[in-house]
């Protein structure tokens, strides 16, 4: 039995240099994870800071040309988080690669573009939240400093807002390595394309999944972790 193991494991991993497939694999999907990471906490705080600048226009004062410059944008922004919201990911990511860049041949970068843009709707959602969070006196006291709103959310608001939505954005940065495992759809050699080739060679699935679970989980661990250390010391700043 023993000797069986270890020849299933040879077989795996060190057959042919195999564990380079699976390295290759843990690199694309760390790759895809960040860029799409940073791509949805821009859009995030895009769409949720207008939006919420948006709702704060006194409906009693005379509509202008601005006014209805915001209220559009607003109206398209609310659509993108519907749309992207209600659709699954696995067909985002194909009409991204299929239709939208077809014209790419470089998957990775196709994958981070349309998970960047999934993850910003669900951002933008969570900092909205996190924003409304905040006592609405904060505006009115960052204001009175002679602050004008956008100041006034990057000083004041976002900054506690970010105490607030750091457990959510820690869960949709989860999600976002657990569903880099659908990239496969576009022929992208992630962790999962990586234990699928290896299994279509050596016809033994229980390493090569074994593996890639394993090395999901203490992505997701690592990540549960460090954020777990960040909001301690942000308790502890708020203490002091």
């Known amino acids: 039995m023993f000797e069986n ?3 299933q494991f040879n077989k795996a991993f060190i057959v042919d240099d195999r564990w380079k497939i699976f390295l290759k694999g843990l690199g694309n999907t760390i790759t895809i994870t960040l860029g799409a990471a940073v791509i949805g906490i821009i859009i995030g705080v895009i769409i949720a800071v207008f939006r919420f600048i948006a709702t704060q226009r006194d409906p009693r004062k005379k509509m202008t040309f601005g006014s209805m410059i915001i209220i559009v944008i607003d109206k398209i922004m609310a659509a993108y988080v519907a749309v992207i ?7 985002q990511l194909m009409i991204m690669a299929f239709i ?6 470089d998957g990775v970068v196709i994958a981070t573009i349309a998970f960047g843009l999934n993850s910003g709707a ?3 959602e969570v900092i909205r939240a996190g924003i409304q969070s905040v006592d609405i006196g904060q505006m009115e006291a960052g204001r009175s400093l002679g602050l004008n709103r956008v100041k006034t959310m990057q000083l004041i608001i976002l900054p506690q807002a970010l105490k607030n939505i750091l457990p959510a954005l820690c869960n949709e940065a989860i999600a976002i390595i657990k569903e880099t495992s659908i990239v496969g759809l576009i022929a992208v050699g992630d962790l999962t ?6 299994r279509s060679r050596t016809m033994q699935p229980y390493f090569p999944l074994i593996a890639v679970a394993l090395i999901y989980f203490v992505l997701v661990f690592g990540l ?11 308790a ?3 203490r002091s």
Do not use: C, H, M
């Open 224 to 234: 549960t972790t460090l954020v777990g250390k960040l909001e301690k010391r942000l």
């Open 85 to 91: 919201r209600g659709t699954p990911l696995a067909i």
């Open 5 to 7: 193991f270890i020849s």
């Open 100 to 105: 939208i860049l077809q014209g790419i041949s």
């Open 122 to 124: 669900y951002v933008s």
């Open 193 to 198: 394309r990586a234990s699928d080739l290896v």
């Open 236 to 238: 502890r700043s708020d």
